[in-house]
């Protein structure tokens, strides 16, 4: 079993859309939940992080985290097609340095 | 200054060949990582470099030699590749060991003949 797991997709839909982004993790010794976007060719990059159970948002993003299920969510409020992109869930232990990533979710907003 | 800068960015080379992907950053971070990317894969960690000393070494093959000369400059030295090691090489940074909180650069992207 992956430590994280995250549907590849490709996701697909209509601009204005709210769109739902989600993993799964196995060890509930994680404590540090982070969602990047990578555009196609470029680096990824940190869109928020969160810090054990909890909501948090920051403008058409909110990011969700339920221990007890050991789910994380992404949501993106009136989608644009800019946010066309990769979404890669990660999260890491305390202290840690390695990021354990999921293995990405394709979203294309359509015009 | 809130980016991480990599060079060059696209290298081609033989398998014979010896090159170096270079990488700076200059908000004061002390952990730096390499980063390898294939494509559709997320990333996988190679290095990681804290207060300028190699913390993390994910077995990677002796091809791939790291360099930290000072806390703002991470280089990656590269000889006798394989094809196989075709791949976006990705540079990051964080305030310091912790990585919930990284930087990453846009990447070099590597071919190997």
């Known amino acids: 079993q992956k430590e994280v797991e995250q549907d590849p997709g490709p996701l697909s839909v209509p601009e204005g859309a709210i769109v739902s982004l989600n993993c799964t993790y196995s060890n509930s010794a994680f404590q540090y939940f982070m969602w990047y976007r990578q555009y196609s060719r470029k680096g990824p990059e940190l869109l928020m992080y969160?810090?054990?159970?909890g909501n948090k948002e920051d403008g058409r993003f909110t990011a969700q985290v339920d221990k007890s299920s050991k789910y994380i969510s992404l949501f993106i409020r009136d989608s644009q097609p800019s946010d066309s992109a990769t979404y890669l869930c990660?999260?890491?232990?305390?202290?840690?340095?390695?990021?354990?990533f999921g293995s990405g979710t394709r979203l294309s907003i359509r015009p | 200054d809130t980016e991480v800068t990599q060079t060059p960015k696209h290298l081609v080379m033989g398998m014979t060949n010896k090159k170096s992907l270079k990488c700076e950053q200059h908000m004061g971070h002390r952990a730096m990582y390499w980063y390898k990317q294939k494509a559709k894969k997320p990333p996988e960690l190679m290095f990681v470099?804290?207060?300028?000393?190699?913390?993390i070494n994910e077995s990677v093959p002796s091809r791939f030699s790291p360099e930290c000369p000072n806390s703002s400059l991470l280089n990656l030295h590269l000889h006798a590749l394989q094809p196989e090691d075709s791949a976006l090489y990705l540079c990051?940074?964080?305030?310091?060991?912790?990585?919930?909180?990284?930087?990453f650069g846009p990447g070099t992207r590597l071919t190997v003949l």
């Open positions: 470099y804290s207060y300028e000393k190699l913390s």
């Open positions: 990051a940074s964080s305030q310091d060991g912790r990585a919930n909180e990284q930087f």
């Open positions: 990660a999260t890491l232990y305390s202290s840690a340095s390695k990021i354990i």
């Open positions: 969160t810090y054990s159970s």
